[in-house]
């Protein structure tokens, strides 16, 4: 499956944005999906992920409460919005997809990962 993420720009603190992220290939809904970020001079780290169908999700302690992850399996699409933006969510978005099932927070229990997408919170 290929991963192409969008939707990164440049926010002021406490407002919003959406990233979107499309998938090609074939049994998108087959997948757990998952999206995590990466600032400038650190490692990639968890963010949010969502099981085949949408029904469950989990987030990251930093992001609760104001990150929502979803999914559109009839557009091949998983969204993140994020809603009351800080200066410490400036990074690099990537959204990534799990072929194996169950829940997973590593980056290496991912298999397949898009090209990412940057988001800027201004202070």
């Known amino acids: 499956v290929q991963l192409q993420a969008s939707g990164g720009g440049l926010v002021q603190a406490g407002g919003s944005l959406r990233l979107s992220c499309a998938a090609s290939?074939?049994?998108?809904?087959?997948?757990?999906m998952g999206w995590f970020r990466q600032a400038p001079g650190k490692e990639r780290k968890f963010v949010a992920t969502i099981n085949w169908s949408g029904s469950n999700t989990i987030y990251a302690n930093s992001v609760k409460g104001r990150f929502t992850i979803s999914r559109d399996n009839d557009k091949n699409t998983v969204y993140l919005q994020m809603n009351g933006l800080e200066p410490e969510d400036t990074a690099k978005y990537y959204c990534?997809?799990?072929?194996?099932?169950?829940?997973?927070?590593?980056?290496?229990?991912?298999?397949?990962w898009g090209q990412g997408t940057l988001v800027t919170v201004s202070s």
């Open positions: 290939g074939r049994a998108f809904s087959s997948y757990y």
């Open positions: 990534a997809a799990r072929a194996g099932g169950g829940f997973a927070t590593r980056n290496i229990s991912y298999d397949y």
